[in-house]
């Protein structure tokens, strides 16, 4: 039997058109096309977007409503992140929902929430601008560390369970997940498009950032992995079909379950080794020189910057050695 | 214009508009391929051992996760049902089946379908030029691949998969940040896979393993596993939270090999240096063979009485090999 041959095609003129402009593109004085500068955008669902590179990761959510924003970014980025969410639509931005106080997720609240108008319509006499919703905690931190200007704290809290809404023809659930990142987080999930925004909790690009000093607990981000992997369904039994729930992670690339095993098993494990170590009765000292991030250092670690392999495995330990009190 | 930038210029757009023009050898892949046992034998049929990394150029990294693994992980309900990964279908007795996706108006062939039912998802080799995505989109679990033919191989580079257990059932793991390089390669009606995997987080050096398959006219039309269910197989872990694993120092497969075959650790553990010939001539007068065999003492030409074989063995793999190609799958699905 002779290896079979596929009859050779002939020469596609479209891709003989594509060469020939690539060739006037790269010409000197031609005109390219450039997207927002510094930012990306992605779209993953028919109305759902990311935007990714001005801090944080931003879900922009659009509908008849409004446009909905998980996150601001950075306040440096502002302008670039409100030409990025034009590019997607002209709706105005009607509400932005924070998923922590920090400064790369909510320092875009002011420039981006006074472009916009409430879902609900503008107060008679009030000026235009978008609500700003985040948990109660969010409020406080920004009031009492001062790194965000008055401007971009919230003008809406809540502090129970879930905040759901309607809104853009999807119902929309804010989930309390205080004490994992920090003692403000939230998630969001948008039902019918099925993307959840995890804020922090999730961050494919280090270990989590859990901040003893600002709420923070390896209990808390235990406790929120493992109420994602609740709600966030995989694509099961028809495993061969694209349809799962889709994850937008505070840093990081779009996941979806087998991420979210994965990164739930990393930090599990890392607890179980710190636990077992402080168990045999080492200090931290001791603790750290046994690197109990083995297997994930190279990939999630790092050992300069704001936050360090040192301090991840610091607050574990700490949390073990003195349990926060965890909803 | 200088002339060495015009000279440029003019080569560089020829090479384009040359490329435009789709290459001529192009080989008939689609069909469906059976594995050929006789080769690595224990790795595509029973499987290998736990605390078995021979062959591997493993990191620390690398090997302080796999040796963290255990067989109850996988059978988590978290893990039951997620693919593996994408060319893992090289260590396991299990068919591929390839087929193409066609132009409706040309007839080319836009891109190659790779289906393996170990995997739970397909492999598509893009042919039609498209760039990869960015490093920010979602991955599919048989990643992102665009290929190319050169000659009668077609060449096709990876990108975009999930992390995953690179090998079968001993924890050896590969990152989000590995890439495959992969030619397939037709000989009459023999289908030749060759795989260099390169991992920044856990090779020390690229992984190259090829393996063959067998056209087979006969074979199944569709692949198996559309579907996949969870089962509780493991009660207490339930709702718990917990994820089963070793802690460092506790695996007890860490010396399996070394106490079963008198395997150096080291080569046991996937260090580098021990994958080249060069590491007989270090061990050539300290190794000492085991004094006797008990498990998977035969390959599969002892198995099927073919001239060549060791004589005198006592053949023990548990009747794998007597199983059959469907045997085995039925087995080796039982054990997932």
């Known amino acids: 039997m002779t290896t079979p041959q596929v009859k050779a095609p002939r020469p596609n003129p479209v891709a003989l058109l594509a060469a020939a402009a690539a060739c006037w593109i790269s010409a000197p004085g031609a005109q390219s096309l450039q997207d927002t500068p510094g930012l990306e955008t992605i779209q993953i669902r028919p109305n759902v977007h990311v935007i990714f590179g001005a801090g944080g990761n931003i879900t922009v959510h659009v509908g008849e409503d409004a446009a909905i924003l998980v996150d601001s970014g950075s306040a440096e980025m502002a302008d670039e992140v409100l030409a990025a969410v034009r590019a997607i639509t002209d709706r105005p931005i009607g509400l932005i929902i924070n998923t922590s106080a920090d400064a790369d997720h909510a320092g875009g609240n002011h420039a981006l929430a006074s472009t916009g108008i409430p879902v609900a319509g503008a107060p008679f006499g009030a000026a235009p601008y978008a609500n700003v919703l985040a948990h109660e905690n969010v409020l406080l931190r920004m009031a009492d560390e001062g790194v965000l200007p008055y401007e971009d704290w919230p003008n809406e809290t809540y502090t129970s369970r879930v905040r759901t809404m309607y809104i853009n023809d999807d119902g929309i659930v804010v989930m309390r997940q205080t004490g994992a990142h920090s003692d403000g987080d939230s998630m969001v999930h948008f039902r019918r498009a099925d993307v959840i925004a995890t804020g922090d909790i999730l961050d494919l690009h280090q270990f989590p950032v859990i901040d003893p000093a600002r709420g923070g607990s390896i209990q808390g981000e235990l406790a929120a992995l493992n109420h994602l992997l609740e709600i966030t369904i995989p694509a099961m039994p028809l495993v061969l079909k694209p349809g799962r729930t889709l994850l937008v992670p505070g840093n990081g690339y779009i996941a979806d379950y087998a991420e979210l095993v994965e990164y739930q098993n990393m930090i599990t494990i890392i607890h179980d080794r710190i636990k077992d170590l402080i168990d045999k009765g080492m200090s931290l000292e001791e603790v750290q020189a046994a690197n109990p991030t083995q297997g994930y250092r190279e990939r999630y670690g790092s050992d300069t910057g704001p936050w360090t392999t040192g301090m991840f495995v610091e607050a574990i330990y700490n949390g073990l050695k003195n349990p926060p009190g965890i909803e | ?336």
């Open chain 2, 1 to 336: 214009m200088t002339r060495t930038t015009f000279i440029t210029a003019l080569t560089t757009c020829s090479a384009l508009l040359i490329a435009a023009v789709p290459a001529r050898a192009q080989v008939q892949l689609t069909g469906t391929y059976e594995d050929r046992l006789y080769e690595d034998y224990i790795e595509r049929g029973p499987g290998s051992d736990l605390g078995d990394y021979t062959g591997m150029p493993m990191t620390d990294e690398a090997r302080a996760k796999a040796l963290s693994y255990t067989s109850n992980m996988p059978m988590t309900i978290e893990r039951q049902c997620l693919s593996q990964a994408p060319w893992v279908g090289l260590y396991r007795p299990r068919l591929y089946r390839i087929w193409s996706i066609n132009d409706e108006t040309s007839g080319n062939v836009i891109a190659w379908v790779v289906a393996g039912n170990y995997l739970r998802d397909t492999i598509t080799i893009w042919m039609d030029g498209r760039e990869h995505p960015s490093e920010n989109a979602w991955r599919p679990s048989g990643g992102f691949a665009t290929g190319k033919w050169e000659g009668n191989t077609l060449t096709a580079r990876m990108t975009h998969v999930k992390t995953a257990w690179i090998r079968r059932g001993n924890g050896i793991p590969g990152s989000d940040r590995t890439t495959f390089t992969v030619h397939l390669t037709r000989h009459d009606d023999l289908l030749t896979v060759t795989v260099i995997q390169e991992d920044p987080i856990y090779l020390s050096e690229p992984h190259v393993v090829s393996r063959v398959w067998q056209y087979e006219p006969n074979g199944r039309q569709g692949p198996e596993r559309t579907q996949c269910n969870t089962a509780n197989e493991i009660p207490y872990l339930e709702d718990s939270g917990l994820v089963p694993h070793y802690l460092p120092g506790e695996n007890p497969e860490e010396d399996f090999m070394v106490r079963t075959y008198n395997i150096p650790k080291e080569a046991a553990m996937g260090h580098a240096h021990t994958l080249y010939p060069e590491y007989r001539n270090t061990i050539r007068d300290t190794y000492v063979p085991p004094a006797s065999c008990g498990r998977y003492c035969c390959g599969w030409i002892e198995r099927q009485g073919l001239p060549g074989g060791a004589p005198n063995l006592t053949c023990n793999d548990g009747g794998f090999a007597e199983l059959g190609p469907r045997g085995r799958r039925l087995m080796e699905e039982a054990s997932e």
